[in-house]
C-alpha cells in the first residue's frame, strides 16, 4: 500500500466533490486505484461518499424552470418522433461533408454516417460545428486511432485536437457494445491512467466524444469496453488505441 | 409510479410521457442546482437542458443496482455544472452572491416526492452539523466548483487543511445522513 489510509480518505472525498484538477485527479487516480485492492473499508467508502456528494445537490432549493424550457428541451432529444430534415440542416449537413472531407481525407466512413445523421438533433450540430471549427483549424492535429483486435474490423475512430487548447475530440464509428457495458476513455501518462468518462455510441454507431484537457499532457489514449458505469481503472478489452 | 430503471429505459427510446415524468421531477431540482452554482438563470437553463440531453445519451449507462436515479441525476448535473465553472477562468463569483432569494418549489408535478423532500431536508440538517470552517470548504467545492488548492487559497488556509476540512466535512455528513435515514 503507498499511501495511508488518510491520505487516500482525503483523496476519495475531493474525488467524490470533484475537487480536484487533472493532474491531481491522475495521481488520485492510481494511488486509490492502488489503495482499494487492500482495503474494504475504502472500496465502501467510495460509494458512499459519492453518494452523499450526489445529495447534497438537494440543499440547492428547488426553483421553477422558465416555461418555455420544456419545449426546447423536448426537441433537443425528439421524444415526439423523428421530423424532416430541415432546410438549416441540409445546409449544415452539407457543410459538414465538404469541410470534413477536405480537412480529414481518412473520415470518409464518418462523415457519410454524420451527413445522414446530422438532419434533426440541434446538440449535434453544435457538436459537429464543433469539430469543423477543431479539425479546420490549421494546427491542429487528427490522429486515427488503432483497432486492438477485441474492437473487430467495424471500429473507426480518430481523435482530434489544437495544441494549447484544453479539448480533445474523438469521433467516428463503434458498434454497440453487449447490454450492460460501455465504452470507457483512458489519457495515460507514464503508464498512469486518468478516466477520461464513459460514452455509448448513439443508435447507429456514431461516436461524438468531448474531453476537457490539454491532451499534450498525456502521451496515450486508450477506449476499452468496461461494465455499465464504468471502472476505476482499465479492466477490459482495448478497443481503441492511439499514441498522443 | 414507474419504477426508475423502466423510466430511463422509456426515456432512452423517446417516450413522451417518460421524459415528461423525469423533466417534471427532476428540472426544478437541476435548475434550482444550476442558479446556485452558476449563479443566473440562463446558464441555470442551458445546465437542464444539457443534463437531460447527457441523461438521454446516456441513459444505458444507468444502473439501479449502482445508485437512485437522484444520485444518478444529480451527480450527472453536477458534472455538468463543474464543468461549465471551470470554463469562467476569469470569474471571481462569491458564493454570497449565488445565494438569491429563495422561492417556493416548483407547484407543478409531482417533482416534489416526499422520498426526495425528505432526502434534502436530511442534508440540511447534516450541513448545519458541520463547523463554519468545514461548512465553507465543502461550499466552496462543491457549489462552486473549487479544487482543493483553490479552497486552500480562498479561505488562507494550508492545502492539507483545506484536504482536511473536506475529507471531514463529507465524512460528517455521510455520517449524519445516514444516521436520519436510520431514525
Known amino acids: 500500500m503507498s499511501l495511508d489510509h488518510e491520505a487516500v480518505q482525503e483523496m476519495l472525498a475531493a474525488r467524490a466533490l470533484h475537487a480536484l484538477d487533472d493532474a491531481e485527479r491522475v495521481e488520485a487516480d492510481a494511488a486509490i486505484a492502488a489503495h482499494l485492492r487492500g482495503c474494504d473499508e475504502c472500496r465502501e467508502a467510495t460509494e458512499g461518499l459519492e453518494a452523499v456528494a450526489a445529495d447534497l445537490a438537494l440543499v440547492a432549493p428547488p426553483r421553477r424552470p422558465p416555461r418555455l424550457l420544456e419545449g426546447r428541451l423536448r426537441r433537443e432529444i425528439r421524444v415526439r418522433g423523428p421530423r424532416r430534415r430541415s432546410v438549416p440542416d441540409r445546409w449544415v449537413a452539407g457543410v459538414v461533408a465538404s469541410v470534413l472531407v477536405a480537412a480529414v481525407a481518412g473520415l470518409a466512413i464518418w462523415n457519410a454516417h454524420l451527413t445522414d445523421r446530422v438532419t434533426t438533433a440541434e446538440q449535434r450540430s453544435a457538436n459537429t460545428a464543433e469539430l469543423i471549427a477543431t479539425v479546420s483549424n490549421p494546427a491542429s492535429r487528427t490522429v486515427p486511432l488503432i483497432t486492438a483486435p477485441a474492437g473487430g474490423p467495424r471500429a473507426q475512430v480518430s481523435a482530434a485536437y489544437i495544441p494549447g487548447h484544453r479539448r480533445l475530440y474523438l469521433f467516428g464509428y463503434l458498434p454497440e457494445p453487449s447490454p450492460g457495458r460501455v465504452y470507457e476513455v483512458w489519457l495515460a501518462r507514464n503508464g498512469v491512467y486518468w478516466d477520461a468518462g464513459t460514452f455509448l455510441p448513439d443508435e447507429r454507431g456514431l461516436v461524438f466524444v468531448r474531453i476537457v484537457t490539454d491532451p499534450r499532457r498525456f502521451d496515450t489514449l486508450l477506449v476499452t469496453l468496461e461494465p455499465a458505469g464504468g471502472a476505476p481503472a482499465p479492466t477490459g478489452p482495448a478497443v481503441v488505441t492511439a499514441q498522443l | ?183
Open chain 2, 1 to 183: 409510479m414507474r419504477e426508475d430503471a423502466e423510466l430511463v429505459r422509456a426515456f432512452a427510446g423517446r417516450d413522451p410521457s417518460a421524459a415528461a415524468s423525469l423533466y417534471d421531477r427532476y428540472a426544478g431540482r437541476v435548475f434550482g442546482l444550476g442558479i446556485v452554482m452558476l449563479g443566473n438563470a440562463t446558464q441555470a437553463e442551458d445546465l437542464v437542458q444539457d443534463t437531460f440531453v447527457k441523461l438521454w445519451r446516456s441513459a444505458g449507462a444507468y444502473d439501479p443496482a449502482r445508485g437512485s436515479l437522484d444520485t444518478w441525476v444529480l451527480l450527472v448535473a453536477r458534472s455538468l455544472a463543474i464543468d461549465t465553472l471551470r470554463r469562467r477562468v476569469l470569474e471571481r463569483r462569491t458564493l454570497s452572491r449565488s445565494e438569491e432569494p429563495l422561492e417556493a418549489p416548483p407547484e407543478h408535478g409531482p417533482e416534489a416526492r416526499a422520498e426526495t423532500a425528505d432526502l434534502a431536508e436530511r442534508a440540511r440538517r447534516a450541513m448545519a452539523t458541520l463547523t463554519p470552517g468545514q461548512r465553507a470548504a465543502l461550499e466552496l467545492a462543491y457549489f462552486g466548483g473549487k479544487t482543493s488548492a483553490e479552497v486552500a487559497e480562498l479561505e488562507g488556509i494550508p492545502i492539507g487543511t483545506a484536504k482536511t476540512r473536506i475529507r471531514t466535512a463529507l465524512l460528517r455528513l455521510r455520517e449524519a445522513m445516514g444516521a436520519d435515514r436510520a431514525m
